[in-house]
């Protein structure tokens, strides 16, 4: 199986989900285009008050649709858009790429990965108990994030649910994600 892209979400305006949309346009070193969080500088909010001079590595956010049927198995129903995320995909390891993955999806746009997103209390208020679901720890009590990743915009370009997602590894030394 190839990797796809099978949805794309974004929202002009701060909330949890994102909608569903035909198509979104990513505009490089700034994110999707009319999405909330797009900008070089952060956005999300708790960021934004800290210091709202640092720059934004999470433009653009992925998610594997698969955990979606890990978190089914569970009793949680979730579609895509519903975690916040951008472009949910299907059939890449998304969360076992190193740090500066460049991810090409369609015909023009490529992201770079630059961590893991870190889940906050919010997925709780949109389903109780899914927050254990996508965090938790593994057999060396090390906390494990698996609410998707976060990327930069290197090239622009029209992203469709049906669009092929090719992964060009960096050159190594690989530095696993961890969470931006």
Do not use: W
């Amino acid at each position: 199986m190839s990797a796809l892209v099978t949805a794309v979400s974004s929202n002009g305006t701060y909330s949890f989900t994102k909608p569903n949309r035909a198509s979104i346009t990513l505009l490089a070193g700034l994110g999707v285009e009319g999405d909330v969080h797009a900008g070089v500088t952060v956005k999300h909010r708790s960021r934004v008050a800290q210091d709202p001079t640092q720059p934004n590595l999470r433009q653009v956010h992925l998610i594997h649709e698969e955990l979606f049927d890990e978190v089914r198995v569970a009793g949680f129903e979730v579609a895509p858009g519903e975690l916040g995320e951008n472009v949910t995909t299907r059939g890449i390891d998304l969360l076992g790429l190193p740090v500066g993955t460049l991810l090409h999806l369609g015909a023009e746009a490529v992201v770079e990965v630059t961590g893991l997103r870190n889940p906050c209390l919010q997925i709780d208020h949109f389903q109780d108990g899914l927050l254990k679901q996508v965090v938790g720890r593994d057999e060396l009590g090390n906390v494990v994030r698996r609410a998707g990743i976060m990327s930069v915009v290197k090239a622009g370009g029209v992203v469709r649910p049906g669009d092929s997602v090719k992964v060009e590894l960096p050159e190594g030394p690989h530095r696993p994600l961890d969470r931006v």
